[in-house]
């Protein structure tokens, strides 16, 4: 079973808004079997809506439409199904009625008529009522001899939330009315290797996967690059036997770099790798800027193993803060690796953590030299038996190579917890 997501507004067109909807829509048809084929949005536009819509259904079986159900003028997406559906009519749905009244009535605000007219909807529509919006969802089924195959389409409010409130629902009516293939996935989430040499180094791994296994790279900054395995069609007990077979033999290729089975973080699973061995952690940032205990400090229950942090962009703070001799600074500047040991024992020595991590770096896109280059990091990790110490160079704009830097830093902490080196 094939899906198409439209969405509706000149808003999102011109950039005014960003459509989270369809990705969030997409992964709940994903997971039920039902495979998403497009993805469009089209303008506020009686005949481009119409138009889109068609070639929609003649395409997939199944159309979910979100946008242009307010209570103003431009939001015509009904009267456009009204007439797709050939409804010759309009209906007030006196369920939704009710429901704008209370929400309504909720707020202090005063019923007017166009909140009214949010509950007229066209004939041939099934409604799910809206909980915690005024727009309902409006559901049509359409017979093959109309768009040459058998088609449902469900058009829900703009709004992020709603349409997430609503989405169960949703789906339970299309698990009801489809037939749906299995579709199973797992994520094998990787750090430290980038996605072109990832590739080569799977090359054989790779071309040997069975033809149902489909492979996807999903690089990002901070994640590192997530390996995605998708199997069409097997049951839930088999893919998931397959796939197990195949994350065995790539952990002999790729191990080290492996950090979770799964969808996860690396500074989430550095948390739990903290928390699971009772231990603590400081960071001492430069270049990082404190990015570095942002993302740990974004995990809930970070308290349990996160200290805090020294954000030592000036030298002064590196100095008198955290103990960097003068000495040091002179002979081997800020972005060294005699700083970061430095650096790192400073803070974990102040703080008495278990561990602590130190950067330092030129995050661009000025500051470089002949002989350290934009994108220079330089990594110290520090724990209970002696300092570890790492370089890298990130070739981006200066907010990806701060958020590389972090990343890096992170996953290099990971390593030394896991070899026990430090």
Known sequence: ITASICTIGDEILIGQIVDTNSAMISKKLNLIGVKVESMVTCSDNL?????????????????????????????????????LSKSKSFVTNQRQLKKIKELLSSRGIEMLEVNKLQASVPEKSTVIVNEVGTAP???????????????????????????????????KYIQKDYKLDNITHQTISTFGIPESLLSEYLKEWEN???????????????????????????????????????????????????????????????????????????TAESCTGGFIAHLFTSIQGASR??????????????????????????????????????????????????????????????????DKKVG?????VSGPNGVQTKTINSNSTRNINIERFAAH?????????NNKSI
């Open 47 to 83: 005949v481009d809506i119409i138009t889109t819509l068609k070639r929609a259904l003649k395409n997939t079986d199944i159309v979910i439409v979100t946008g242009g159900l307010g209570p103003t003028k431009d939001d015509i997406t009904k009267v456009a199904l009204g007439k």
């Open 305 to 370: 193993f996160f200290y805090g942090s020294v954000v030592c962009y000036d030298n002064s703070i590196k100095k008198n803060i955290l103990g960097v001799k003068e000495k040091t600074l002179n002979k081997y500047g800020a972005v060294s690796k005699e700083c970061v040991i430095e650096m790192a024992q400073g803070v974990k020595k102040k703080m008495k953590t278990t561990y602590s991590i130190a950067t330092s770096g030129i995050a661009g896109p000025t500051g470089g030299t002949k």
């Open 137 to 171: 969802i409006m559901m049509f089924k359409f017979k093959k001899e109309e768009f040459g195959r058998k088609n449902l389409l469900v058009s829900m409010p703009g709004v992020p939330f709603e349409t997430e409130h609503a989405l169960p629902e949703v789906i």
């Open 409 to 417: 830093a992170i996953d290099f902490l990971r390593k030394c917890i």
């Open 208 to 282: 040997s996967l069975p033809k149902q296994i489909h492979l996807a790279y999903l690089p990002n900054p901070i994640l590192g690059v997530r390996l995605r395995l998708s199997i069409y069609g097997l049951s839930k007990q088999l893919a998931k036997k397959e796939i197990d077979k195949q994350i065995v033999s790539l952990k002999k290729i790729i191990g080290e770099h492996i950090y979770y089975i799964g969808e996860n973080t690396p500074h989430n699973v550095v948390g739990e790798m903290l928390v699971k061995n009772k231990a603590t952690l400081s």
């Open 376 to 380: 220079t990091l330089w990594i110290a």
